[in-house]
């Protein structure tokens, strides 16, 4: 059974970075699917941000792109995500998931052989 741990600071100033890292067991994250990146601000539906798959391309939310960067360390099977000049829009529920695809923006629903972390809020405030 795959298993998905978020982590990172739960406030971030606005124009700081937010860093999160996603601590993968179960499965090795060089051994296919995409390991993605989604959030879920207050009231809204899930927003795709990115993913990267198992040979290190990374793609990304258009919408996202020019502040949004994945990476991973597989050493630690682990990968991260940094979104930069966050403003409190940026404020939601993130998640850490390896799906089966990649998307374009949102998801309609989480599909039975994705797995998912549990999520971890993250607040944008100064």
């Known amino acids: 059974q795959v298993q998905l741990q978020e982590s990172g600071p739960g406030l971030v100033k606005p124009s700081q970075t937010l860093s999160l890292s996603c601590t993968v067991s179960g499965g090795s994250i060089t051994a296919g699917n995409f390991w993605s990146w989604i959030r879920q601000p207050p009231g809204k539906g899930l927003e795709w941000m990115g993913a990267?798959?198992?040979?290190?391309?990374?793609y990304y939310n258009p919408t996202l792109k020019s502040r949004t960067s994945i990476s991973r360390d597989t050493s630690k099977n682990q990968f991260s995500l940094q979104l930069s000049s966050v403003t409190p829009e940026d404020t939601a529920v993130y998640y850490c998931a390896r799906l089966r695809r990649v998307y374009v923006s949102n998801i309609a629903a989480r599909l039975p052989d994705d797995y998912w972390g549990q999520g971890t809020q993250v607040t944008v405030s100064a």
């Open positions: 990267i798959a198992m040979t290190g391309s990374t």
